[in-house]
């Protein structure tokens, strides 16, 4: 393989021949390395499986550094804590206990587990029992409470542990916090400026604002950013004539000045004002229509000659 040294060549040319020799070059070159490692893997001794050979793999010679730094051991539980202070050390239980009820021998855990609820016929009354409980149906809502009451302490020692080297509360941040699943986010370092702004919003999160909060020795006044609406007193003093007077000029100014159009749509209200004729004239041509339709034709009975019914009776 050719070995360009760039510091030597003040004007080196990288034409599209240049750049597929070193290609070219590096495909060969990763070849062999591949082929290399096949060939100690296939002379390395194997043991016969039915998904494939199986190779043992050599010692490793040369200790690599680590990305990341070792885990840190957990912080001890709360019941951990009891047993070192009152001595109790865990004993190994077996994974199989020879059960009672049917003379076998039976998993602790898991299918087809000793003294299981299911595998219970009859269950004998107490003297405090109540008359119309369901004795197997207590059974199963007592374990659904164990059940959780071991959830709820399994969290709370992941919110201890997630709390040890962390931040107090008052400055606890969300990047930092222990969120639903349980699980500790990576912890950041957190700056000047962030933790201003968690005690800012901490401070301001009280009815008044924080305006009738007492101030620690030090304490900064909060910055309102945001601009509040001035309402005018109630009661009436020097000036207040004046002042309502010209907020009302101010708002009939808004309505009729030359930029009225921008608070009416005209073009909407006339073409508004057009339907609502348009609908009037209907209904009345409808109900004048209907009208002459009710009303009874008028004929004419008038003579129209001497000689008609006028003359009825008549002799000649």
Do not use: C
């Amino acid at each position: 393989m050719k070995i360009y040294n760039y510091a030597t060549v003040p004007h080196f040319n990288y034409t599209t021949s240049f750049w597929e020799e070193l290609v070219n070059e590096s495909l060969q070159l990763a070849t062999k390395l591949v082929q290399a490692v096949a060939d100690s893997l296939f002379n390395l001794p194997s043991i016969e499986d039915p998904d494939g050979p199986l190779v043992k793999l050599p010692p490793a010679t040369t200790k690599l550094p680590r990305e990341k730094p070792l885990p840190k051991p957990a912080p001890p539980t709360k019941w951990e804590v009891f047993a070192q202070k009152k001595g109790i050390q865990k004993k190994k239980s077996d994974k199989v206990v020879f059960d009672e009820q049917t003379g076998k021998w039976k998993r602790r855990h898991g299918f087809d587990l000793v003294n299981d609820d299911n595998d219970v016929p009859i269950i004998e009354a107490k003297m405090n029992d109540e008359p119309g409980e369901d004795p197997f149906a207590n059974r199963k809502v007592d374990k659904k409470k164990r059940v959780e009451k071991q959830e709820k302490n399994r969290m709370h020692n992941l919110k201890q542990a997630a709390k040890a080297g962390a931040f107090p509360s008052h400055i606890q941040l969300a990047a930092t916090a222990l969120p639903i699943t349980g699980t500790q986010a990576a912890p950041r370092k957190v700056s000047k400026d962030e933790l201003q702004n968690v005690a800012g919003m901490a401070a301001t999160a009280t009815a008044s604002g924080g305006k009738f909060d007492k101030k620690l020795l030090g304490e900064k006044q909060p910055k309102h950013e945001k601009k509040y609406r001035k309402y005018l007193p109630v009661v009436e003093g020097s000036g207040m004539a004046s002042l309502e007077r010209q907020r009302t000029e101010k708002v009939l100014n808004k309505l009729i000045s030359k930029n009225s159009h921008e608070l009416i749509n005209v073009e909407k209200a006339v073409n508004m004002y057009n339907v609502k004729e348009d609908n009037k004239r209907r209904t009345q041509k409808g109900k004048s229509f209907t009208s002459n339709k009710l009303k009874p034709n008028k004929k004419n009975f008038k003579a129209t000659s001497k000689g008609g019914a006028s003359n009825k009776g008549q002799s000649h």
